[in-house]
């Protein structure tokens, strides 16, 4: 989820349609909680073939004297139970048979005969749409 502080930009307010107290709590989470939790993890690692984007640690909230951002933070989420201590538990975990067979596809390894560029695409853009403005950039 994206309730933690600053997960949506410096000074930008969380648009979480969610009760962000409830799950910045993560010492309250009840057992459906935890299981809904695991599941999710899991069923994210199925799906994307054993990969999972987290950070391993987020230390303590300067403003809030503790932890922040929960979903966000690996080894909390090992040490709880929210998240596989083995990942291979999500392998078929969605019930699908497409187990990786350590094959892939020329496009992907780029084999020189599937990498023919496209005609109509030409690089560098002469034109990169819609523009932004430089001004919404962060200054430091």
């Not at 809904?36 to 199925?46: G, P, T, Y």
């Not at 403003?63 to 538990?89: C, F, I, K, T, V």
């Not at 690089?123 to 990169?128: E, G, M, R, S, V």
Request: overall charge negative; charged content about 15%; glycine content about 6%.
């Amino acid at each position: 989820n994206n309730c933690g502080k600053w997960l949506n930009g410096i000074g930008a307010p969380s648009d979480s349609h969610y009760d962000c107290d409830m799950w910045d709590d993560w010492a309250s989470y009840n057992a459906t909680i935890i299981a809904s939790l695991k599941s999710v993890a899991l069923a994210s690692m199925d799906t994307l073939t054993n990969f999972f984007f987290c950070a391993w640690k987020i230390g303590d909230s300067t403003e809030l004297g503790r932890l922040s951002s929960p979903m966000w933070h690996y080894r909390l989420r090992l040490q709880h139970g929210w998240m596989p201590a083995d990942p291979r538990e999500a392998i078929n975990y969605c019930g699908g048979s497409q187990l990786f067979d350590s094959s892939y596809a020329a496009s992907a390894t780029g084999d020189a005969a599937s990498m023919q560029p496209t005609p109509s695409l030409v690089f560098p853009p002469a034109k990169i749409s819609p523009s932004f403005d430089a001004t919404l950039l962060p200054k430091y």
